[in-house]
């Protein structure tokens, strides 16, 4: 295992000091399945949806989180994107690759993920680079419909082992 990098020393005088994670978004061919994978499967909780143009969208928070934001663009009409095998094929495409999120138990994820009938797709990491690294895997997202011909999520999401988020922790001070 790969010993984990100290972060830089922040820039608090940075004219984007500010800057925080707000939400990531995700589309998706089918709304009500995808928002049942991620609220029931996943366990988040779905903090607003609304209409846009075609589409309905929706931010769902982790269960246990409410400073980061999965946005779900649901509903037919965009371009379907190649379904890869595991994350290791993806990493040749430009452009988004993948959703990480951090676990206290990544085993025990896994179990409980198999368990609710989710795809593994990389069931520990096989990392060869000096990156830095903690155990992974990888599932693939949403089954977006239980219809053969619609198209399944293709982003891979990875489980990496990481400080816990219960209980609620204040935002480190800035300095």
């Given amino acids: 295992m790969h010993a984990v990098a100290s972060a830089p020393r922040r820039r608090c005088r940075s004219p984007f000091a500010s800057v925080r994670g707000h939400h990531t978004g995700i589309r998706y061919p089918d709304f009500e399945a995808t ?43 965009a371009t379907a994107q190649p379904r890869f095998g595991d994350v290791d094929a993806s990493l040749g ?16 994820a896994l179990e409980e993920l198999r368990a609710r009938g989710v795809d593994i ?39 990496r082992a990481g400080p816990g988020v219960c209980p609620v922790r204040s935002a480190p001070s800035r300095q």
Avoid: K
């Fill in 121 to 159: 797709v990389n069931p520990r990491s096989r990392s060869t680079t000096s990156a830095p690294a903690s155990p992974s895997s990888a599932i693939r997202g949403a089954a977006c419909s239980s219809s053969p011909s619609a198209s399944a999520t293709t982003t891979p999401t990875e489980l």
């Fill in 93 to 108: 495409v430009n452009g988004y690759n993948h959703v990480c999120l951090s676990v206290d138990d990544v085993d025990a």
């Fill in 35 to 77: 928002r049942s994978f991620w609220v029931d499967t996943m366990g988040r909780r779905v903090l607003q949806v609304w209409p846009y143009g075609d589409l309905t969208l929706a931010y769902a928070l982790p269960p246990a989180q409410d400073d980061f934001r999965l946005e779900i663009l649901g509903d037919p009409g």
